[in-house]
Every structure is written in C-alpha cells, then in structure tokens.
C-alpha cells in the first residue's frame, strides 16, 4: 500500500539550507510532491517531480529523487523566517487516479 | 478571488448533530476531493469528484458522511450524528484531470464536536 514519512521537526538558523526528507513505499508513484502549509491557511503547492527524474531545481528549492531507495527531499537554500511553516511530502500513483498520499508533515523553523 | 473557498471556517456542534460543509472549487477544475486533516498529521483522503461522479471513496468515509457535487462545480460534505472523533480540518481541493495532479487547497472548515 501506500506510506509516506517524513521527519516531524527541523530548526535551522536564518541564512542556512534546510533539508527535509521523506520516504515513500509505493515504487509505482508517478509525482511527488512538496507543499507547505503556513498556520491557518490550506496547504499550497511549492514543487513536484515527475518519477523519471532525479533533479528539480526551483529559485531556492531543489528537489531530489531517490528511485532505488524510494528517497525524496527537499532543500531550500538561504532559508528565510518566511520559510517557518509546515512541510508536506505527497505522492500520486497515477494522476488519473485522482489521489494524492500526504506525509505527516515536517515543521521547518527557522530561527533569526 | 478565483481559488478555492470553503464554508463555514469554523463549525461548533453538538454529538448527534448533522454538519454540512460546502466547497467552491476553481471554476475551471473538473476534479474535487475532500480530506480530513487531524493535529500533527497530514490531510487524509476520503473521496473524490471527477465532474458530478464520485469516482473513489475511501474506507475512512463511514456511512455517516455524504458528499455530493450535484451539478460538477460545487460540493457539500454531510456528517450525520456527529461523534468526538469528527473533530477535523475537513479540506478542500480541486484540480484538471489533464495535468500533474498538483491540488489547490481552499482553507478548510474546522469542525469541533463537543
């Protein structure tokens, strides 16, 4: 079936790369996805990867995918205060599929 | 605003009670899903429109829930008899089904049961 994990908590200081991993179970996913949920607010669409990639890179963010070891992460550079918030891990088997698996989510803060 | 609008934001109800939420999606999606989302956790799937059919639902959908897209744009989420355990950020998303399958959140209904 379908898991994706992600590491709850990570503080960085302002100025630094942070990194947030996750791993995924299903080696069938067609995208995965990272999204970032700021308190009270839905959650919002930062990046994706298409399976047959290993590299996305984004202004600050790069993604890198991990096929074998079903490996997925995300790093933004220069992280910023604005970037304190929570970080989703997502996968889509098939997008005709409909659905999207979330993480548990990964809060990022990021201290001045 | 064209994104996604949710309604009401914040639901206080009594166990027993029936709730209903409605969801706008983006005008131009033809796919609407709703999630429930707990503290600590993320957004669990429980069903999905593609127009007015709804295509999946998952086993988290008991019998009290009830979602409905009547006419492929808007939608209603009905909990019956409502229990403690409800208490969730009930989310909304749409999305084209000729895409990456990226989803765009509208801001949740909150729904506590006391």
């Known amino acids: 079936g379908e898991d994706v994990e992600q590491s709850l908590f990570l503080s960085v200081r302002e100025g630094d790369s942070s990194v947030i991993n996750c791993t995924y179970t299903d080696s069938s996913s067609t995208y995965l996805y990272w999204y970032k949920q700021e308190p009270g607010a839905g959650l919002q669409l930062l990046t994706y990867i298409f399976s047959n990639m290993d590299m996305k890179q984004d202004q600050r963010l790069t993604v890198l995918l991990n096929k074998k070891d079903k490996h997925l992460s995300l790093r933004i550079a220069d992280t910023q205060t604005g970037d304190s918030a929570i970080y989703f891990c997502?996968?889509?088997?098939?997008?005709?599929?409909?659905?999207?698996?979330f993480g548990d989510g990964t809060t990022l803060t990021v201290k001045p | 605003d064209t994104g996604v609008s949710q309604d009401p934001r914040h639901k206080i109800t009594k166990r027993g009670q029936n709730v209903t939420f409605r969801c706008d999606p983006i005008s131009e999606h033809n796919r609407l899903y709703w999630y429930r989302q707990t503290l600590g956790q993320g957004p669990e799937f429980l069903t999905y429109f593609q127009n007015e059919a709804q295509l999946e639902k998952s086993r988290l959908l008991s019998d009290r829930f009830s979602a409905e897209r009547p006419k492929g744009s808007f939608s209603t989420l009905e909990i019956q008899r409502t229990e403690q355990g409800d208490s969730a950020m009930y989310l909304c998303?749409?999305?084209?089904?000729?895409?990456?399958?990226?989803?765009?959140f509208g801001e949740g209904s909150r729904l506590t049961v006391l």
């Open positions: 998303a749409s999305s084209f089904s000729v895409s990456t399958g990226e989803l765009f």
């Open positions: 997502a996968e889509s088997i098939n997008t005709n599929a409909g659905k999207s698996t």
